[in-house]
């Protein structure tokens, strides 16, 4: 018969529960070189043990122990793996949107926030920049200059007389 290595080093529910909350208030690349220790440590190095109790994953605790072992840490890619925003890709693009609609927005009337309200939609911005020299192709989507207008503190919104009013009835 076997015993499993929490037998063996007599780990009881709470010493799981405590290591694993402990575990959780680590910071992300840094947690992967703990739970390494962990494994290592307590578990022998086996790995499907700690999965087994803990959750965690097998992957994770494996680049754990090459971080702890190499001393240096495990590069991963994910900045370069998500797509430029258009700011990067032009930056020629929001000076050009300045000249043309900074004397056009208005404030808040209040004051309330730092945003300022464009009396032009996203269709009337890409136009504009057409007419000013961009070429159909090399200029994004109305949805994609609506979203770098946000982006910018720009912010469209309807004029309250154009609203349509409310039709109350008459008392008698």
């Known amino acids: 018969m076997r015993i499993s290595v929490v037998e063996k080093k007599n780990l009881t529910a709470e010493l799981i529960s405590l290591l694993d909350r402990i575990v959780q208030q680590v910071p992300w690349p840094n947690r992967r070189q703990v739970k390494a220790d962990i494994v290592d440590t307590l578990f022998e190095g086996k790995i499907r043990a700690a999965e087994t109790v803990f959750g965690w994953s097998r992957n994770g605790i494996a680049i754990g122990r090459k971080e702890n072992q190499s001393g240096t840490p495990h590069k991963d890619a994910t900045d370069s793996r998500r797509k430029p925003f258009t700011e990067e890709k032009m930056p020629q693009l929001i000076n ?3 000249l043309l609609f900074d004397a056009k927005s208005q404030a808040d009337s209040h004051l309330n926030t730092t945003l300022r309200y464009l009396n032009a939609s996203a269709a009337n911005v890409r136009t504009s920049l057409i ?14 200059i609506n979203n770098l207008l946000n982006r910018m503190g720009f912010r469209l919104h309807t004029v309250q007389k154009s609203k349509p009013q409310k039709k109350r009835r008459k008392r008698i």
Do not use: K
């Not at 007419?131 to 994609?144: A, I, V, W």
């Open 96 to 98: 050009d949107i300045h």
């Open 131 to 144: 007419e000013n020299g961009y070429s159909d192709e090399e200029l994004p989507t109305e949805r994609t």
